[in-house]
Structures are given as C-alpha cells and as structure tokens.
C-alpha cells in the first residue's frame, strides 16, 4: 500500500510538529510575544515554575513527538521488509513508564506548593492597603484615610486608579457588588476571582515603580472587556502626596464623594 | 490467545423475549428479513429491564445526591436558618408521610409476591392499596404546601411575605397589607366586635395589633420598632418552642402579614426543590402504577411489578433521607 | 449445549431491504422514526456534522472580531452584526457563548456517543441491535427539542445566552446583571436539560447492551477498545451528568421564580438591589465542573478508543498493552470525578483545596501518559500503512500529547493564577478538542464509512482534507499558547486597548488566517463524504483486512446486523501473528485457523 515517497512525506509531516513547536516558542520571546515584564516578588517563583514545566514538558514533547516520527518513518509498511513485530506488551515497560511519570508528577506536585501558598494562604499580618470593590464595569477603590482603618468617614474612594507604594506589603480587600470579576494584574502575577458575597484577601509586592494594567479576567456581561484599570507604582513619597491630594479634592466634592461611599460601604 | 470451542450459556440466550423485555420490538418474528436470531453470553444474571432499572436508578442518586449535596452546602453557608417550628413544619405530619410511604413500600412488595404466586386478584388489591397510599402522602404534603402558602411560604420571591430581617423593606410591606382596603374593612370590623364575643387571647391580639398600626404609620419609627412589629407578627425568639402559634397572624388568620424569618426565604427554597422533586418522583411512580392496573397481574407480568418496585423503593428511600434533614434538624 | 462454529462469512450481503412497494409509512419507519442503532446513529452523525459546521462558522464570526475588532463582518454581519454590520460587544459574547455550546453539546458529546456509539457497540458485541430500540431512538428525537432551544435562541429577544458555555452566576441568574438575558439564557437551559435527558437515555441502553448482549466468546477482555471507551464513558455520563441537571434546575428557578441558590445577600446589579438572597455564586461552580470535568473526558474517551482501534489496524500490529490500557480508560474516568475544583483554583474557593485538586490533577496525567505510550508501542514495530484513518489518529496521538501537556501547565495552582482565563487554556482545550477529539472523529469517519455506506471515501482527497487541516490548526490553535502566555485574556471583545495586549493583532490575524483556511478546507471533507456515499468504490464486508465483529457483517449491514451467528474466538488485535499466512485473525475466524496454518506450513 501507497509508494515509498508518501510515509516519508507524513512522517517527515509529524518531524514538523516539535520543529516547528519548539521553534515558536524560541522565537516568540523576540518579538516581545511572551511573559510580560514581572515587577512582584512572588512573581519570580511563579515564573521559575513556569520556566520549569516548560523545559520538563518541553523535554517530553520532543521526545515523545520524535518518537511518533521514528516509528512512522521506520516502520514505513512500504518500505520495510520485515513482518510486524507480534507483540502484546511489556509488563516492565508498563511499569517503567507508570513509575516515572508518576515520580515526576508526584515531585512537582510537591515542589509548586510552597509558592502557592505564598500568595494565596500566607496572608501578611497588616491592616488592608486599600479595598478594591468590582462592579459593571469599573473598579471602585476605597483607601483608608488618616486613621488607617477602613469604614470610617475619612476613607478616600476612587475608580479604576489604583496607586501603590513599591516594596512595601500590600493587602487589597477584594469585593464584588454584582457579578463575577477577576482582578488580574498580568505585570505582578496576580489574579482573583471578585465574587458577591466574598471578602477575599489578595496581596503582593511591586518591586518596580511604573504604570501597568488592571485587566477584568471573569466575563462580566458586555462590558466585560472594557473593564479596564491602571495601577500605580511609585514610591512612598509620591504615594503619600497622591493620596493627600486625593483627599483634598474629594474634601471639594464632598457631596458626590459621599454617594459613591455610600454604595460601595454597603457591599456586603 | 486462548482458543476453545465456546459453549453456549444454558438455552438462555433468548432472555430477551423474557417478559421485560417490551422496550425491545421483537424484529425478526415473520418480518421476512430471515436474519439470524442472535445468541448472547449476558455478563450478568439479570434481565435488561431490571439492569437497565438499576442503572436508571443510580443516575437518579446522583441526581439527589446533588440536590441534598446543595441543601447542606447553602445550609451550613448561611448566616441563618429557621427552626422547623418557624416555618410551619410539624413533626408529626412528616413522620405519619414517612410512615405512609414505607407501608406502601410494603404492599407492592405483597403485589409482586401475589403476583409471582399467580394471584393476580390479590395482586391487584395490594397494588391499589400502594396506589392509594402514594395517593395520600401526595395528599398530605398538598396539605403542607397550602399551609406553607398562607403563611406566605413561597419558593419564590415576588409572593413571598417572608423577610430575612425587620428593615425598611420589611416596614413597608407591613404597612402596605395593613393599608389594603380589604384588610381596612376586616380591621374595622374587628375594632367593632364586643370583647364579649372574643377569647383572651384574641383581645390581647387586637390590643397589640392596635399598638402595632400606631407604630407602623409613625412618621419616625425606629428599626427597634420595627422588630418588635416582626416579634408580634411571628414570635421568633420566645423560645422553648411554643413561640409558634401565639403570633398575630395565628390569632388572626385572615392578617396575613409579612414575617420576619432570618434564612426563611433560602429554607423556603430548599425545602420546595427536595420536596417539590420528589413529589414529582412520587407522580411518577403513581402514573407507573395506574398503569399497571390496567394489566393482569400474574407470574407473566411480575417482571414490570418488581421494577416498578425498585423504583418506588428509592423513592421510599429518598424520602428516608429528606424526613431527618428537613424536620427533625 | 451445543458448540457453535462459526461459518465463513458469505461474499455477498445476505440481508437485503426489500426496495419494492415502499409506502410513506415504512420510509418514516425506516430512515426517520427508526429504531434501528445504525440509522439512529448515522441520524446522530447527519445532525452533528451540521452543527458542526454551524459551530465552524460562529468561531469564524469570533475570530473575526479577533483579529479586527469592530471591522464590518462579511456575510454573517449582514444576518446578526448591528450598524455597519460591525457586531456589538454583547453580540461577541453570544457568539462564543454558543460556539462552545453547539461544539460541545451538539456536536462532540452526541457524535462520539450518539453516532458511533449507536453505530458500532451491536456492531463490535455481536448483537443485532441495542437492548432497548425504543428507547434508543427516543434518544435521538430529545436531540431535536435541544437543537430547536439552541437554534431559536438566536432569535428571541435579546438574542442568544452570552454569558460562556459555563453560565456563571449571577450573570446569569440575575436577568438585569446582562441587557440582552431574556429568552437566551432560558433556552439555553432548556436545551441543555434536553440533551442531557438524551445522554441520559443513550448510556443507560450502551451499557446494558455492553453487559447483556455480546456474541458467545466475547469476554469482556475480548472487547476492542472503542467498546471500552463507551461503556466507561456511558458510566461517566450516568453518574456525571444528573448532577448537572439537578443545578441546570436550581439555575432555571433562580431566573423564572426567583429562588436565590446562586445569588449572594445584598447583591446590587445596575443600582438595582436584587430581592432575593442568602445563596453561594461558588455552588454553581461546583456544580457544573463536577459535571463538566468528566464531561472533558465523555469527550475524548471514546475517541482514544477508536484511535486505539485505528491504529491497530493500520499498523498490523496487536495494540500494545490491552489491559494497561483498559485500567488506564477507568483510572481516567474515577480520577475524572475528584479533580473538578482545577477550574476554580482562582475562584475564591478555599485554597487549601486547591492543594488537593491540584494533587488529584497532577495523578489525573498519569493514566493519559500510560495510554500514549502504549499508542508508541503500538506503532513501534508495525508495518504501517498511511491511509487517510491512519494519519488522523496518529495526529490524534501527536496532538493529544500537546493537549495533555499544556494541562499539567494549568494543574500547577502558582501558574494557574497567571495563565487562567487566558488564551493558553484557549489552547488547551482545543488541542484536546479539536486537534484531539475532532481528529479522532474524522479518523473514524474514514475508517467506518465503508461499513456505514458501504463504500469507501476517496483516499487522495482525504489526503488533501487531513494535510490541510492539521496544517492549519496548528496554525491557529498552536499560537495561542504564547498569546497565552502574555496573558491574553479570553472571552473579550477587544484586548488591543490594553497597554500589555495591543502588539498582538498581527499574530491574531494570522490565526483567522488559519482558521479561515480552515474552515474552507471542510468543504473538500463535505463533497468527498456526500459524492463517496453515492459513487465511492465498493468497499466489501473487510476493506481494511480489520479483525473486529463489525468487519464481519456485510457493508452496510442489514436490519439485524449479522447474517450468521458470530462467535469470537480471540482478542480483537490479532495482527500479523506468526506463521499465520494471512496477517489478520478475525475475532469469529475458527480456533484452529492459526494452528492449521501452522500444520500447512510444515
Ligand atoms: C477533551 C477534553 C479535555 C481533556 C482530555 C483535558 C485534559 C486535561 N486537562 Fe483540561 N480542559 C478542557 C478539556 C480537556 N482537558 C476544557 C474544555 C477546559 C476549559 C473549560 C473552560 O474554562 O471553558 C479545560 C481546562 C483545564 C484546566 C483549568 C484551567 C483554567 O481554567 O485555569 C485545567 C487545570 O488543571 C486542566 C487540566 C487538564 C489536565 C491535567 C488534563 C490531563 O488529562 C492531560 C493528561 C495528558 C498528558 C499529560 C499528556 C500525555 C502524557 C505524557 C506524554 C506523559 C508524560 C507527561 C508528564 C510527565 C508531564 N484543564
Ligand atoms: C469541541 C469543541 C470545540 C471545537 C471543535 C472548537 C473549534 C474551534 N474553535 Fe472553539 N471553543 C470551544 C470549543 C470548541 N471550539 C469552547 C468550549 C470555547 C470556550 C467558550 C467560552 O469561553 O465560553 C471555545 C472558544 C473559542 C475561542 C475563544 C473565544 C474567546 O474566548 O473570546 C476561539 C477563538 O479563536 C475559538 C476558535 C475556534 C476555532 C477557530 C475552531 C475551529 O477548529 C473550527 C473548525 C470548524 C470546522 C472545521 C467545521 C467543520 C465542518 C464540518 C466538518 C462539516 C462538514 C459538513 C458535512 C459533511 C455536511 N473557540
Ligand atoms: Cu468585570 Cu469582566
Ligand atoms: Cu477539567
């Protein structure tokens, strides 16, 4: 069946699957399609694990892929003389090729667990930075005044400009007045469900002053994708002059100011 | 490879012309297509009704296991849940419906013994008595339901008259029934009856039910004012379990007025969902029955009784889990 | 007892269907209202390839606006898209909303397990039809009451359910959470408690036709695999999927009564305070990943088994490590049901359980790895033949590995935070789903269609048809894997206002490009399936020199399947065994065929 040139054409076919694979993804990086720049502390270790199952994935993709082209190319049924090999299986390869992933996948498994649980359940011991309450199709912020403690007159309420302090622990208290949200900000890695009814906890640290994006990563309804924000990173200084200047011109709006605080202070 | 001549299975393979087997057109009988009739090696000793029963009903399971798996989730989850007492529930109704349905768990049970014995007269009367029984426990629990609705117990909201707290809502609503022009009327009247002609406990009732329209229609109620509104209307907190029954809208049945119960309208819809399914089931199984009269219950036919037996088994037992969870905790 | 030989199956089709005197009636009896498990599963296969294209065509409309965010739409901008025939943001969601929908629910599920399954479990069991007929066919015609709910819903007011094919609430619970949520989402709900009372129905009857029904001989570890695959998908289907009915219930009292199980207190949509309360938006993830993980697997299971088959076949090789590879099928499917919550590592679920969903996930890869090196010892050592059914299940085997290895990506929970909901999951589900499943399914289609029509599709173009497929899904499916890795978000209308995302439209118009290419090169797969049913060779009982029962009834075959009493003698993957002259053992071929072989040879 069929002549000698088309198994080596297909096989050849599938040879193209890891080149090709493997050469998007070297190439990719060039042309700034790729991680965005990380400026968080945690984010280094989420990206060395990423880092990591690429190469180990990467490892089994091109052998497995080449092997899928060896055998095609090989045992070419036009082109090979000998019989098939009768052969029902191999109670030790079985055995190999179960304990080996499975030692693999048990080690990884093990190994990413610390970092999860530094930025989901190592919660830091501070007063939250700032309240960041999703709604359709915004983000409502609302930092604490003076007094550091949310819920009290003097908190400062803003939409879809957060400001940070660089280097500094920052512990944002998560809400949703209506639907689903998520609070991604690709440059610090971070990412959370905003769920009615929640108060989830969310916290990092920029290590890099500049201006990045707050993406809303849970469909919301239409507006789902321009459900855009900015963060701010700069330094203590500058973070202290922003925010009194924001409490000053809230003080000038004080009317305004105080429906907005309204609606959000009743988010449960 | 293993290869021996293969013996058939005892003459069984014809099992499926067994009198389950009505799902199965018998295509073949003289239809002139002259194909082979098929021998089979069953991997089990049943027959395919009574497997494909079974396998039906452990799709069911899940099916309730999700639905119970749910009612635990959200109550356990919520800030409040409501006494069986606070939302009209009463034991004994429920354990006299369980009782109900596990004697008619019985009698089919004595339907398909008749039935495999070949008595198919005294089949008949045990199957109607499990018809009839199925019949009652619908009864009783259309009985529960209405008692439900005049309470305003509804599994949905826009009917609903309970409230999860005494706040403005809850105010307005109270205000909006006592200023309905019927009730207007009743309240008069009942202003004019001659104490003569009340019990005590009505007189108390409408002297509190005075100071209640005072307290509503004041410009400047307070949200304390309010609860004890939500207090009279439907005793709560009173406790030792006799607050139920002394409320207004006990003394008065005709009131109707809104009620505060906390986690009452998320009970509300739980219980509906597990109760409401599984009267569905319940119909169901009823509709299985009434169908099966039409037959003649004999030693041909007990194939069907027994399936039908299964089903209203679990139904039976689905009913075992709900009673507990639903009154007694 | 008697001992039953089976005969030589005879040459010529034994079971004719009388063609004289056909009235109205026996037309509808017997291609429409049939209960016979062939026509009933090439209806399935009619009806899905259709929805199969409908479902191309709305992923085109979404790449589309893709790759040029508020361009005129040609030809579909005309019949939905707004002014200037540039589609809305709502019209966006609708789309993918109901290109998950139909690809999943309308086509994938009821083409692996309505089509072939109906087709080829009598068939490969020896039996003359499915236990219950009636019920089969009923299972079909709760298809038609779904297709009309899906379909119409493009049409009510409001238009179709936009909110994903997972409807979270209380998007969708809360009708004033989403202008457009009227009839839609309703239908949607509808439509799909329809399809799962067809599943439903479907897997009851597969698995008591598995159990009850198999030619003497066929010990269920004579079974071929694709038998496997549905019977352990129609337990996965059984148990999986009255969970989600039962929420897909809780969700449509929560729109049409007001019931608050998905909706939280205090909830406050467009200033508007909702009535209702005291519910858990998580409840309903729970629910539906508890379905709709297994249902990942009731999506690709079957298809593992016919390429298993396949590649058997086209290797001339028994399949390496049979019982490996049944145990691995199980292991998936009980796996399947504890590892749901790695869809919600980032949902605000504790994340201690995420731990553990993540642990479950990571065991989850290990009977897949299992399965895929034994689909490489199937091939090591073969004589492969590269006929079109071959060279899709092999890039079934190619792609599956791509598929499966971006998953152990997403199973790491740190990782997970940055790729969820990006186009890397994108990436994921359609390498299992179309470069998978979808590849599977054609490898089926042009390795059965001889025995469902009785001639064979021309090879040359299936060629074309695979060669330009897998070239082009790659092209557009492989890409999203870096796009992903940006951290392109999925579900949005437009990405490019965003500082991070706005390089990426070049790469993104290449990839309508592709998909473009396509879809397109379908139409070559469409005329080839329609002109081979007509004019195709003739194809004869075993056009592939295959051992397993079906090879043995005539093409296509009759009411009832055999004209003979099959009787099975052997494992299904008899393949080049030595000293046999010819290189196949049929299941049914008598015990002393080899062994008689033998003696001619000394
Ligand atoms: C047929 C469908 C199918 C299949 C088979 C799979 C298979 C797998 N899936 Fe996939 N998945 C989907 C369909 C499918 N998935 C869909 C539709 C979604 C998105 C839903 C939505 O949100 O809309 C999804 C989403 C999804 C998520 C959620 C991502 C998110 O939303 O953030 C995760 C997370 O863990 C995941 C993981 C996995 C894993 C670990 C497997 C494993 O089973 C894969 C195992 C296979 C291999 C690993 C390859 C072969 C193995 C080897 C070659 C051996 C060696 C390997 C190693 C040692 C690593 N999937
Ligand atoms: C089985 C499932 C399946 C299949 C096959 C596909 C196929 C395709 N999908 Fe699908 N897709 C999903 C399941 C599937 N998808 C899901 C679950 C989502 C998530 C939705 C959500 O977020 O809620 C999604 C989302 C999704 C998105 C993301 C949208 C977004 O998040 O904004 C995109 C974007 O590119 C996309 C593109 C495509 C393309 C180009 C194809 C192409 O491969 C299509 C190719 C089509 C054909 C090739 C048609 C072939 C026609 C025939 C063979 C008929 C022949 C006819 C006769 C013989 C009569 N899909
Ligand atoms: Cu908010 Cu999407
Ligand atoms: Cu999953």
């Known amino acids: 069946m069929g002549n000698r040139w088309s198994g080596m054409f297909w096989s050849l076919l599938f040879l193209a699957v890891p080149v090709l694979g493997v050469a998007t993804f070297a190439v990719a990086p060039s042309y700034d399609i790729w991680l965005p720049k990380d400026v968080s502390e945690h984010g280094r270790s989420i990206d060395s694990l990423f880092y990591f199952i690429l190469g180990l994935t990467g490892i089994v993709f091109i052998v497995t892929e080449v092997l899928v082209f060896w055998f095609l190319w090989k045992y070419d049924g036009a082109r090979t003389k000998a019989p098939a090999t009768f052969i029902h299986g191999s109670h030790a390869l079985e055995v190999v090729w179960t304990i080996i992933p499975a030692a693999t996948l048990l080690f990884l498994a093990i190994y990413q667990m610390n970092t999860w649980a530094d930025v989901k359940m190592r919660r830091p011991r501070i007063a939250p930075t700032v309240e960041v309450v999703a709604r359709q199709f915004e983000w409502r912020l609302r930092y604490p005044g003076r007094d550091g403690e949310l819920g009290t007159p003097d908190d400062i309420f803003l939409v879809n400009d957060l400001h940070v302090p660089v280097d500094e622990d920052i512990l944002v208290q998560l809400k949703s007045m209506d639907v689903l949200h998520s609070f991604f900000l690709p440059n610090l890695r971070i990412k959370q469900d905003a769920v009615p009814g929640m108060k989830i906890p969310v916290w990092f640290k920029a290590t890099e002053i500049g201006q990045y994006d707050i993406v809303c990563a849970e469909l919301c309804g239409w507006g789902h994708y321009k459900m855009k924000g900015r963060i701010t990173v700069e330094s203590r200084e500058d973070f202290d002059r922003w925010l009194a200047e924001m409490e000053a011109r809230q003080e000038a709006t004080q009317p305004e100011a105080d429906a907005t605080a309204a609606e959000v202070a009743a988010v449960p | 490879m293993t290869a021996s001549a293969i013996s058939l299975p005892h003459g069984d393979g014809h099992d499926h012309h067994g009198p389950d087997a009505h799902g199965h057109d018998a295509h073949g009988h003289g239809a002139g297509h002259g194909h082979v009739h098929l021998q089979y090696q069953p991997g089990l000793p049943l027959s395919r009704g009574k497997l494909i029963m079974w396998l039906f009903l452990s799709t069911e399971i899940m099916f309730f296991a999700a639905l119970l798996g749910s009612y635990v989730v959200l109550r356990f989850g919520a800030p409040a849940w409501p006494l069986p007492h606070h939302v009209h529930l009463s034991e004994p109704i429920g354990a006299f419906n369980t009782f109900v349905l596990i004697c008619s768990s019985v009698t089919i049970v004595l339907a398909l013994e008749a039935a495999r014995a070949n008595k198919s007269e005294l089949a008949k009367i045990w199957m109607l008595a499990t018809l009839l029984l199925g019949t009652l426990f619908l009864g009783v629990k259309a009985y529960e339901y209405s008692a439900k609705f005049s309470h305003g117990i509804y599994p949905w909201s826009p009917r609903s008259r309970v409230y999860e707290k005494p706040d403005l809502y809850y105010g307005s609503a109270v205000r909006a029934r006592l200023g309905e022009p019927a009730m207007i009327d009743q309240l008069k009247t009942l202003d004019d009856t001659p104490e003569g002609s009340l019990s005590a406990e009505q007189r108390t009732g409408r002297e509190r039910l005075r100071q209640i329209r005072t307290m509503i229609t004041n410009p400047d109620q307070q949200p304390f004012d309010l609860a004890v509104v939500a207090d009279q209307v439907m005793p709560l907190a009173s406790g030792g379990g006799h607050g139920h029954g002394s409320g207004l809208n006990d003394v008065f049945p005709w009131l109707r007025l809104p009620a505060v119960i906390p986690g009452g309208n998320m009970w509300a819809s739980t219980y509906f969902l597990l109760t409401g399914f599984h009267a569905i089931h319940v119909v169901v199984g009823l509709i299985v029955f009434t169908i099966l009269l039409l037959y003649k219950l004999d030693r041909r036919t007990s194939g069907m009784i027994e399936n039908a037996g299964l089903y209203w088994h679990f139904v039976d037992l689905v009913w075992i889990f709900l009673f507990p969870l639903l009154y007694l905790f | ?602």
């Open chain 3, 1 to 602: 007892m008697s001992t039953v030989q089976a005969p030589h199956a005879p040459s010529s089709p034994a079971v004719v269907t009388p063609r004289t005197g056909q009235s109205l009636s026996t037309f509808l009896s017997t291609y429409v209202f049939s209960k016979d498990h062939k026509v009933i599963g090439l209806q399935f296969l009619f009806s899905t390839l259709l929805w199969f294209l409908i479902g191309g065509l709305l992923a085109l409309a979404v790449r589309w606006q893709i790759a040029w965010p508020w361009s005129q739409v040609p030809v579909l901008g005309k019949l939905f898209a707004q002014e200037g025939g540039q589609m809305s943001p709502e019209f966006y969601t609708m789309l993918f909303t109901m290109h998950a929908t139909v690809m999943i629910f309308l086509v994938i599920i009821p083409i692996l397990a309505g089509a072939f399954g109906n087709f080829l479990i009598p068939l490969m069991i020896g039996a003359d039809d499915m236990a219950f007929p009636t019920l089969n066919m009923l299972s079909y015609w709760f298809m038609w009451p779904a297709f009309i709910a899906f379909g119409a819903s493009f049409f009510v007011e409001g238009g179709a359910a936009s909110s994903g094919w997972t409807s979270y609430p209380p998007l969708t619970t809360n009708v004033a959470s989403s202008p457009g949520s009227g009839w839609g989402q309703t239908l949607w709900l509808l439509g799909l408690t329809l399809v799962g009372v067809s599943s439903m129905l479907g897997s009851v009857n597969y698995m008591t036709t598995i159990i009850l029904m198999r030619a003497p001989g066929m010990t269920m570890f004579r079974l071929p695999m694709t038998i496997w695959a549905m019977f352990i998908t129609a337990i996965l289907q059984a148990f999986a999927l009255p969970v989600l009915t039962a929420a897909g219930f809780m969700q449509l009292t929560d729109r049409l009564l007001g019931t608050g199980f998905f909706t939280p207190e205090g909830n406050v949509v467009n200033n508007l305070a909702t009535s209702t309360g005291g519910g858990h938006p998580l409840l309903w993830q729970h629910l539906f990943w508890f379905y709709s993980h297994p249902a990942v697997y009731i999506m690709i299971l079957p298809a593992m088994g016919m390429v298993s088959d396949i590649l058997t076949t086209f290797a001339r090789k028994p399949l390496f490590g049979y019982r490996p590879m049944v145990y691995s099928i199980a292991g998936i499917a009980g796996l399947g049901f504890i590892v749901w919550g790695h869809h919600m590592f980032i949902s605000g679920m504790n994340p201690a359980l995420g731990i553990t969903f993540m642990v479950s996930t990571m065991m989850i890869a290990l009977p897949s790895a299992v399965k895929t090196f034994n689909w490489l010892g199937t091939l090591w050592g073969g004589r492969i033949q590269f006929t079109t059914a071959m060279l899709f299940a092999v890039s079934f085997v190619s792609m599956f590995i791509i598929g499966g290895l971006s998953g152990i990506f997403m199973a790491a929970t740190p990782v997970d935070i940055f790729i969820h909901d990006t186009y890397f999951i994108v990436a994921h589900f359609h390498y299992v789903l179309f470069a998978g499943t979808a590849m599977g399914v054609w490898a089926g289609i042009y390795y059965w269609f001889p025995k469902m029509f009785g001639r064979l599709m021309n090879e040359t173009w299936g060629k074309v048809h695979f060669f330009l497929t897998f070239l082009f899904l790659n092209g557009t499916f492989f890409t999203m894997h870096i796009l992903g890795a940006v951290g392109f978000p999925r579900r949005l209308a437009d990405a490019y206002h965003y500082e991070t995302f706005h390089h990426l439209q070049p790469l993104n118009a290449f990839m309508t490009w592709c998909a473009i290419g396509m879809v397109a090169t379908q139409i070559i797969f469409a005329v080839n399936f329609v002109w081979s049913m007509f004019y195709g060779p003739v194809a004869g009982r075993n056009p592939w020199n295959a051992n397993t029962l079906e090879w043995t009834a005539p093409s296509p075959p009759g009411h009832g399947n055999f004209d003979f009493q099959p009787v099975v003698h052997r494992g299904p993957y008899e393949f080049s065994v030595p000293g046999c002259e010819k290189d196949h053992l049929m299941q049914t071929d008598p015990p002393d065929a080899h062994s008689a072989a033998l003696a001619a040879a000394h």
